[in-house]
């Protein structure tokens, strides 16, 4: 029984099309088929299409092995490194967290 991909939002579907299509580049740049690459990462011929097509239905553990292949380990360690957002929220809980009873001001 085949496994079953949940359905992915159009503008992420757009995303893993396009990074798709950039990590494909990038291997034909570095000159490596497809056979190449997937032997490095381990990965199967059909996976590695998959993921140069932008299918969701490949795990993140994949998705890392190529990027490590290709050379982009630094741009992994760059995602969500940087969470503005979430500093944010944080410091605005932070700020309208009630005190406790006996508790110092700091």
Same mark, same amino acid.
């Given at each position: 029984m +085949?496994?079953?991909? +949940?359905?992915?939002?159009?503008?992420?579907?757009? %995303?893993?099309?396009?990074?798709?299509?950039?990590l494909?580049?990038?291997?034909?740049?570095?000159?490596?088929?497809?056979?190449?690459? !997937?032997?490095? !990462?381990?990965?199967?011929?059909?996976?590695?299409?998959?993921?140069?097509?932008?299918?969701?239905?490949?795990?993140? !553990?994949?998705?890392?092995?190529?990027? %490590?292949v290709?050379?982009?380990?630094?741009?992994?360690?760059?995602?969500?490194?940087?969470?503005?957002?979430?500093?944010?929220? %944080?410091?605005?809980? %932070?700020?309208? !967290? +009630?005190?406790?009873?006996?508790?110092?001001?700091?």
């Amino acid at each position: 029984m +085949p496994k079953r991909t +949940p359905p992915v939002f159009p503008a992420a579907a757009r %995303q893993l099309v396009a990074l798709g299509e950039r990590l494909a580049v990038a291997r034909k740049r570095r000159r490596m088929t497809q056979g190449t690459l !997937a032997a490095r !990462a381990g990965l199967s011929i059909p996976t590695l299409r998959k993921l140069e097509k932008g299918e969701a239905g490949v795990s993140i !553990a994949a998705v890392l092995r190529v990027l %490590q292949v290709l050379g982009f380990t630094a741009d992994i360690d760059r995602l969500a490194l940087d969470d503005e957002l979430g500093r944010r929220l %944080q410091d605005i809980n %932070q700020k309208g !967290a +009630p005190r406790g009873r006996g508790r110092k001001p700091s």
